[in-house]
């Protein structure tokens, strides 16, 4: 029962303005509690109907907070706001069960990962390998979870760094041949609690914005046999894969109005009382 408790987003207490969407975030990574509270506890989530009385919420019911969802034209001059739960995964016993109960269209595997002052590929590639093993032990490649949307918040603890180094850039392209397509984005730095804040905004936005739609992510049917050692798992289109542009920008290339050519259906707002 009190895992339940914690799963639902009915956990959050309304507020006067209407909330129209709801988001999950299963959070991967060493680096996810540090960025995943930051966030929940900036200014920009606090400014947002609501959001300052669920800080002193967090112990009890888990990381929650407010966003708006952008990118939908009709909404341009007051964007609706979503509720975001939290939902931190580090190989728990509880880990399978919590993603089981989480529904695929709503729901968004984030991988929370840091680069330290070098931009170490070393760091990171053990950051990746802890991931994978979470992604492993919570069945996130089997069945229905295969088919969550992924999303990778890189941040870094340095301000000099602003693009990942080659070897980095690898690491990467090798994790999404094994574990699906991720959607990235412009590095952050993990002391600007804001830009961590948007950046889970901007996830959710995209997430919303594709509506009901469970996305390929690209990975492999199981038993569909090996491939040489030398050869990619799979190969990830290079019109798919999100490139960063520069400071500030999105990096997909595709638009959040948009999917596969066409027009993206859009969540319907929650009636009153809905969960």
Not at 56 to 74: I, P, Y
Not at 118 to 124: M, Q, T
Not at 183 to 204: N, P
Request: proline letters at 4%; one cysteine or more; aromatic letters at 4%.
């Amino acid at each position: 029962e009190s895992l339940e408790q914690g799963i639902f987003l009915s956990g959050l207490p309304e507020v006067e303005s209407d909330i129209a969407y709801r988001c999950n975030m299963i959070v991967i990574g060493s680096a996810a509690l540090g960025i995943v509270r930051a966030a929940c506890e900036s200014h920009s989530a606090r400014s947002l109907p609501g959001g300052a009385a669920l800080v002193n919420q967090q112990q009890t019911q888990g990381f929650r907070c407010l966003c708006r969802v952008e990118g939908n034209k009709e909404d341009a001059l007051d964007p609706p706001l979503a509720k975001l739960a939290f939902h931190l995964l580090e190989s728990g016993t509880n880990d399978a069960q919590i993603a089981g109960q989480l529904e695929v269209a709503s729901t968004v595997i984030v991988y929370a990962l840091a680069l330290d002052e070098r931009c170490d590929a070393g760091y990171l590639e053990m950051q990746l390998w802890e991931v994978a093993k979470v992604i492993e032990h919570a069945g996130l490649l089997t069945g229905a979870r295969r088919k969550m949307s992924r999303a990778a918040l890189i941040c870094t603890e340095s301000e000099s760094i602003s693009e990942l180094s080659g070897a980095c850039s690898s690491l990467l392209e090798d994790f999404e041949k094994k574990n699906g397509r991720m959607w990235t984005f412009d590095l952050v730095k993990l002391s600007d609690a804001d830009a961590l804040h948007t950046t889970f905004q901007r996830i959710a936005s995209r997430r919303t914005l594709l509506g009901c739609t469970e996305e390929d992510c690209g990975m492999p049917e199981h038993g569909s046999g090996h491939t040489e050692a030398d050869a990619p798992a799979f190969m990830v289109p290079l019109d798919i894969i999100p490139r960063r542009k520069g400071p500030g920008s999105t990096t997909s290339k595709s638009s959040l109005a948009t999917t596969n050519g066409g027009p993206v259906p859009i969540f319907e707002a929650e009636d009153e009382g809905s969960e």
